[in-house]
């Protein structure tokens, strides 16, 4: 059984940090092309940042150079360092395991920036 659970969200400041992570089970990991996407009330779901198996990796332009994802194989996670927080990244954020044709989603994890 797959399993991607989140961590890390929460209520931050504007122009603050926040780190989330995703944990994985059920799957060969280091095969798996890696993401985060978000959805904001009322808007559809959007990509945030991937990392291939490789380890490439390409983000939205709306969080280059303020959010960094990453991965550790050993530990079978796949993580998102988010600095300079602004309003807009208001959103739930989920974690995707891709490969081929196959999806894969966690349950997600609420990001709130607000003052």
């Known amino acids: 059984q797959v399993q991607l659970v989140e961590s890390g969200g929460g209520l931050v400041q504007p122009g603050g940090s926040l780190r989330l992570s995703c944990a994985a089970s059920g799957i060969i990991f280091r095969i798996y092309g890696m993401g985060w996407y978000r959805q904001a009330p009322g808007k559809q779901r959007e990509l945030v940042a991937v990392i291939t198996s490789g380890g490439n990796t390409n983000y939205a332009d709306s969080v280059k150079g303020r959010f960094t994802i990453s991965r550790d194989n050993a530990k079978r996670t796949v993580n998102l360092q988010m600095n300079s927080l602004k309003p807009e990244d208001t959103a739930v954020y989920y974690c995707?395991?891709?490969?081929?044709?196959?999806?894969?989603w966690g349950q997600g994890t609420q990001v709130t920036v607000s003052s």
């Open positions: 995707n395991a891709h490969i081929a044709a196959s999806d894969y």
